[in-house]
């Protein structure tokens, strides 16, 4: 039977103690009650709960793979257009079970195609050198993903690709060669899909873009880069069964919450999610706008940062070891690696290090990783320590799962609806004053007054 990942809180005591987690455990069932009756603010946004099952016997599921294996063939090159939630989960999860240099590999290597991310800023610079690479290859695929199908960053990114294929191939190839992921229905994305015939994969109403790596926004890029979907679903099915564990002790989604909870009620508000292994880079970044996004509201919730160690032991180490004390660290455990090598032995020894010959990298690697926890926990940083088995997309469908189901349940107790996020329509808004867009006069003249009676003139000569 596969194992599944686990927490290890223990190094979270004595800033947490049972007396705490026993007086804390009601309140903790009845946000995993919440969460599972559907009874909670945003219940119009659960549709991700239950994802992994209905995904793994759709219908869309085997379109998704079609396609995605049509793009896997085809494609040199496949052009992920998209923000936040519409670009985070996919880019996280190709890092995390890629080649590190994926899009550096030959052809054949690789298995799939170039894969490059546009719409995710407003650079440029960015889009001008993402343009530049279809000149460089015969074939081009353009996933555009937006659920609202509004979004400036992705919109106007989209606009320059969309015209660069149609130059390449003309209209009739480039609609082709053109998907989009959106909603069933709204949204300037679905009006464009609609007119130019583009295929069209849909956005469940009730999933929300962080939520949705599961769903095509996620899985088509997965799959044409030739990853299992499969696989990855049902990894987060069997954290969605033992998600629904009413003994917390057997219910790393509910544990990781309440720890985290706890610690927050004991000053701990920023929370640091540690990896060692690069190749989980940007999973700490969908991981920051999944907690991020969904927490911080209404003057609450634990600020999300990351670090990738030991790389940042040599940048952050010093201030997690003896800055301010307000952090604590979530460390992601790797237990297995995917591959390893001995370190060369070197009988002069002018570096010293002669001591390490014969080791694996991976020894070194846990051995830095025990130091580190060690210290930390020394420096009074509480660890929580996530074990996963192996970094595969089993097991990755299993943590992406669980911090789901632990945001729900953490957002909930914090007293927050974890599905909205009204915070991001602010700058937005400024946004359009300035530029100017149709309607957006009244909020220009607000603007206007605003600006000018922000401070000023404090600036160096
Ligand atoms: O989680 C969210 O809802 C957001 O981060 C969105 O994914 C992001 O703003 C992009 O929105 P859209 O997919 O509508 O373009």
Redesign the pocket.
Known sequence: MDKKISIDYSYTYPYIDDSKIENYMDEVKKAMNTLWKGTGSGADFLGWRELPNERLQSQELSKIIEVGNEINEKADLLICV?????YLGAKAVLEALSHPFYNYLSKNDRKGPKILFAGQNISGSWLSAVLDEIDKVDSVYVNV????GT?TE?GIAFRSLKSKLEKKYGKIEAAKKIITTTDAKKGALRTLANNEGYRTFIIPDDV???FSVLTPVGLLPIVSAGIEASKLLKGALEASIYGKEEDISKNPAATYAMIRNLLLKAGYHTEILVNYEPALHYFSEWWK?LYG?SEGKNGKGIFTASVDFTTDLHSMGQWIQDGQRFIFETTLNVVAPISDLKVASDKEDLDGMEFLAGKTYEDINKKAMQGTLVAHYEGKVPNMIINIPELNSYYLGQLIYMFEQACGISGYLLGVNPFD?PG?EAYKKNMFALLNKPGSEDAKKLLDEKMASMPSGKITK
């Open positions: 998209g923000i936040g939630g519409s993903i937006s659920k609202s979004t992705p929300g873009g962080r706008q996004e996020q991001v």
